[in-house]
């Protein structure tokens, strides 16, 4: 579920972690103690703290607070040359169909104009564990399964441990000096910035380590941030480890938006939406980024889009909507945060899909029964 993936039996424990069904808990309130393999809950209406015992069967407790959770009891046990035995964090963002409230995650990163995080850990001593910051990326807006890119920050480290791969020379970001590890642990692959000393608490960019593994060639603008993450990885003990507070905020509006390639007038009646309708392709797959916009003067309060998919085409999975039909005729109807659209105001979701023969897009849409401009 977590540690993608440190070796072979490694994989097969993330396969089966997968497809196992999480013991998920309300909305934390007072403290909430989980000890579940894959056990979650949520705090302040926007965050998931989960417990991730992925790497061993003995038990693991946590005690969830308002602002972040501390580790009562780990009594697994790791080699130290090979994976640690959990990964018990708080997340914004999607992990493995586990998306936090409210998240607008994944988004491409040529889309974020802002990307900020506070941490404040609580250490201890006698224990073999890392404290992980994790931030996850992926080629497609992936909300499941494992990411192909892994950006860990290892605000301190305790024991005879070492990140995936070789070190790799070293950065200075956010006026810090890093370490840096680049490796693939069989699943993905893993950039690392070790600090030489531990950090207890930092506010800082998260955007300026994405850039950094971009200006290593690692990835491009086009991929998607998936999910931002703080926790610990323990190998031996671990009892007190404390996130005490974290938070995130990532914000749209950066990049250079491409002119469309097209301009058609609007046809009758389709004053009042028009839609944006951006794709990538490849192989017999693609993904489809949608904007609707309100052009009229009326605010709406609700709304639904429909649209034919070109034949050969099906949605396998969305986002930021709830979709009905997965080929031919499709409609598209907005969730709780996007659902009012005042005049000039739009909202956005996405899908992925397949695809045979020539890819093509769909020429007609239609929002609450009103033809819409193509944009």
Do not use: K
């Not at 938006?257 to 609007?266: A, F, K, L, S, V």
Request: glycine share 12%.
């Amino acid at each position: 579920m977590r540690r993608a993936i440190r070796g072979i039996a490694a994989a097969f424990l993330l396969a089966a972690a997968s497809i196992t069904t999480l013991a998920v808990a309300g909305p934390a309130q007072a403290d909430t103690r989980i000890c579940e393999q894959y056990g979650s809950t949520t705090i302040q209406g926007r965050y998931v703290v989960q417990n991730n015992r992925w790497g061993t069967t003995a038990e693991q407790c946590i005690n969830v607070t308002g602002t972040g959770f501390s580790v009562v009891s780990q009594q697994g046990q790791g080699s130290t040359s090979g994976a640690p035995v959990s990964y018990p964090s708080v997340f914004y963002g999607c992990h493995y169909s586990n998306c936090s409230p409210g998240t607008n995650l994944p988004i491409q990163v040529s889309q974020i104009s802002s990307a900020t995080s506070s941490i404040d850990y609580t250490f201890v001593n006698g224990a073999t564990y890392n404290a992980s910051y994790d931030i996850w990326l992926d080629p497609t807006p992936r909300t499941n399964g494992v990411n192909a890119m892994e950006i860990m920050i290892w605000f301190n480290r305790q024991g005879n441990i070492q990140p995936i791969g070789s070190r790799n020379g070293s950065a200075t970001i956010g006026g810090r000096t890093w370490e840096v590890w680049t490796g693939n642990n069989g699943g993905n692959n893993v950039v690392s910035y070790v600090a030489p000393s531990p950090i207890n608490s930092w506010s800082f960019s998260v955007l300026d380590f994405i850039s950094d593994v971009r200006n290593r060639g690692s990835i491009t603008n086009s991929w998607y941030l998936t999910s931002i993450q703080a926790g610990f990885e323990p190998w031996i003990g671990g009892a007190g480890l404390a996130v005490n507070n974290f938070s995130a905020s990532v914000n749209g509006g950066g990049g250079n938006p491409q002119p469309p390639t097209t301009t058609t007038p609007p046809p009758s009646g389709s004053a009042g939406c028009r839609v944006t309708y951006a794709t990538e392709s490849w192989g017999n797959g693609f993904v489809a980024n949608v904007t609707v916009a309100n052009t009229g003067s009326s605010a709406l309060n609700g709304w639904t889009l429909g649209f034919t998919l070109p034949s050969g085409q099906s949605v396998t999975n969305s986002w930021n909507a709830a979709v009905t039909g997965n080929s031919g005729a499709v409609t598209v109807r907005n969730t709780s945060h996007n659902a009012a659209l005042a005049p000039g105001a739009s909202a956005s979701f996405g899908f992925q899909g397949s695809y045979s023969g020539s890819f093509t897009t769909p020429s007609a849409f239609t929002l609450n029964g009103a033809t819409c401009a193509r944009a």
